[in-house]
């Protein structure tokens, strides 16, 4: 056995027995999510990052839509913008007409795409995505945006921002019936700075009408367990809800999903404890993005990409209920 064969087995073993210690300790708060199938370009059928978007009495002829990337094996190479779509939410299909990815990979080596975000607002369909450019000195970020009337035909890209020696990750927009309204993570010389916000009243796909960026608020998380990925919503009350993706250290380590809270979509309270524990084959390494839609008040269809003990990349379903200032999974 080679050493580096050897060092895959060790990492394999430690992670496979801290995943039967996490079973163990949470054997109260076990939960069944569901596999879902959604067909990739590459065929790995490994995907990460999904945003989802649920219309009662279909848009264009489905009731959901995706957006994800492939991540095969952690290959960023294949993490592009993709869509399917579906009738359940567990089985997802490409739409006819549909070439997936959306947008293929910048290039160079060691540039990638990632962060796939769909909205519709008056029957217009938003995708946004990053660029991560490493082949250039210093290391760009860049962010586009891409419109379609039928979520199959897309326009041309359309570069929103542009940024140096900092990382921004997992935007998400929706609109708040006066405005479009954009959150993003920051990160800065490899330590989390914020949870970022701008506003926009004009064509989102122009980035000089995008304000400046506003800091939010977030409370609640124990020291050392900063934000990672998010994504936001706004519900017909009024109240706003927030997935949030945790780590412990950049890239996502230790990645656990926390539920947020706010009632302007400022100032935010979380709990320091994630909604739920990594106790399953396909999530027992670390948890990575998560979406959710609204079933009716209190209860969500939720689903999230994790990491397998064996380093494989899925993305899980799941129903959740809120109760108090967190969410709980239901039980199948």
């Known amino acids: 056995m080679t050493m580096r064969r050897l060092k895959k087995w060790l990492r394999y073993r430690r992670d496979s027995l801290q995943w039967t210690f996490r079973k163990m300790r949470h054997f109260r708060r076990r939960y069944q999510p569901q596999l879902t199938q959604i067909p990739t370009y590459d065929g790995s059928g490994q995907t ?6 649920f219309f009662p009495e279909s848009w264009k002829g489905y009731r959901y839509w995706m957006a994800f990337t492939p991540y095969p094996d952690g290959n960023d190479q294949f993490e592009n913008p993709s869509l399917v779509v579906s009738g359940d939410g567990v089985r997802w299909f490409v739409p006819p ?4 990815p959306i947008v293929d990979t910048p290039g160079e080596a060691v540039d990638f795409l990632s962060d796939p975000h769909i909205m519709v607002h008056d029957d217009v369909m938003y995708l946004i995505y990053r660029e991560q450019l490493r082949s250039v000195s210093p290391p760009e970020e860049r962010w586009f945006m891409l419109t379609s009337r039928d979520g199959v035909l897309w326009g041309e890209k359309r570069e929103l921002f542009r940024f140096e020696n900092s990382i921004h990750v997992s935007a998400c927009m929706l609109h708040d019936g006066k405005r479009f309204v954009l959150y993003y993570v920051t990160y800065g010389l490899r330590r989390f700075y914020a949870i970022e916000r701008r506003t926009c009243a004009g064509d989102p796909t122009d980035g000089a009408n995008w304000s400046d960026p506003q800091r939010v608020e977030l409370e609640g998380l124990e020291k050392g367990v900063d934000p990672w990925h998010i994504e936001v919503f706004l519900q017909p009350e009024g109240t706003w809800d927030m997935l949030l993706t945790t780590c412990t250290g950049i890239g996502g380590v230790g990645g656990r999903l926390h539920y947020a809270a706010s009632r302007d979509g400022l100032s935010w309270r979380t709990t320091e404890q994630p909604f739920i524990e990594p106790t399953h084959a396909f999530d027992s390494h670390w948890h990575y993005k998560a979406t959710m839609v609204r079933v009716r008040e209190g209860r969500y269809k ?12 899925h993305t899980l379903y799941l129903q959740v209920v809120k109760q108090g200032n967190s969410l709980v999974p239901v039980s199948r």
């Open 48 to 53: 990460v990052h999904p945003c989802v978007l």
């Open 97 to 100: 007409g549909l070439h997936n």
């Open 302 to 313: 939720l689903w999230y990409s994790a990491m397998s003990v064996r380093g494989t990349w």
